[in-house]
């Protein structure tokens, strides 16, 4: 690595520490902001959330190669970690670190974007299902049961062996549109208390058509479980597509992804650990990060802590 790339990271690490710092401040005026920092992993999982996603941002600034170049095919195959390759150099003489970075990107964005897709699938899915109840929610929720008994990994191949290997895009839809069967279960749990309650009613008294109701009165008041669905979520639909890389059927080499990386390193776990160590590490640092922010939220959202804290 460069000297500048060296400053950029040390800049990374600094940025993202404050970021913890600000975020904190800026949560300390509110209850509920309060109790997320509380949370013994809170701090700890925000900040290296906040240190992958600058890392994914400015990339080109932290690294100093690019993620597909072959430095050296002879000479600088499965290099250990050095000051030059700050985490060694794969099978193919590609520096690790910036492939890293680079991928850090594509797996955060799959399981961002996926996990969007789910949570706004689920909880149109759950809503209407619990605000109508009856046979609407008899029907959807017959489609969610048959959903959720289907392996999600088996569709997925499925799906792949069909259309044969997905662009980007259409791997984000697809991992999407397979992960919203559990968010449907609990935003219908969540909408069928909230529409038993006195406002709601007092909405549809004067007035308002079930879209609104839906959207401005009962939804809102059912946030707190879809959001800690949501931060749950993302870790799931990384390590999904982690697995689809590794397998050869998920994003395409020479991209860089984590998932991808271990498959190109694990022939060579006896002699160049680093090449799976690495991608592993990272895999698992995110994951266990976003378990931490999403116990932190779910203890922070929770109305009988809320309540608790009250009396």
């Known amino acids: ?75 600088l195959k499965s290099q250990a970690p050095s000051w030059s390759n700050i985490l060694g150099t794969d099978v193919y ?31 149109l899915v759950g809503a209407v299902a619990g605000y109508y109840r009856h046979w609407v929610d008899a029907v959807l929720m017959r489609g969610v049961d048959v959903g959720l008994a289907l392996p999600r990994i088996f569709v997925l191949l499925m799906a792949i062996a069909l259309f044969g290997r997905l662009p980007l895009a259409i791997l984000v839809l697809v991992i999407g549109f397979t992960s919203w069967f559990g968010t449907s279960r609990l935003v219908r749990a969540e909408v069928l208390s909230v529409r038993e309650r006195d406002f709601v009613a007092a909405a549809r008294a004067m007035g308002a058509g079930p879209g609104r109701v839906i959207f401005r009165h009962v939804l809102p008041n059912a946030a707190a479980p879809i959001i800690v669905s949501a931060a749950l979520g993302i870790g799931n639909v990384l390590l999904l597509e982690a697995a689809l890389s590794f397998l050869g059927i998920g994003v395409a080499p020479p991209a860089p992804s984590w998932g991808n990386m271990i498959a190109d390193g694990a022939p060579y776990l006896a002699t160049a650990p680093w090449t799976t160590l690495f991608p592993g590490l990272a895999i698992a640092l995110v994951v266990m990060a976003l378990n931490a922010v999403a116990d932190a939220l779910r203890d922070a959202l929770d109305p009988r802590q809320q309540a608790k804290e009250s009396t």
């Open 93 to 123: 003489s590609r520096d690790l670190w910036s492939r890293i970075a680079f991928g850090a990107r594509i797996s955060l964005i799959v399981g961002a974007l996926g996990m969007l897709v789910a949570v706004t699938l689920g909880t």
């Open 1 to 75: 690595m460069t000297l500048n790339a060296w400053f950029a990271l040390l800049a990374t690490l600094v940025l993202s520490t404050w970021a913890v710092g600000a975020l904190r401040r800026r949560t300390s005026r509110h209850e509920a902001g309060r109790r997320f920092f509380r949370h013994p992993t809170a701090a700890w999982g925000i900040g290296v959330l906040a240190f992958f996603v600058i890392v994914a941002v400015a990339a080109p600034l932290v690294t100093s190669f690019d993620p597909r170049d072959q430095l050296d095919i002879v000479h």
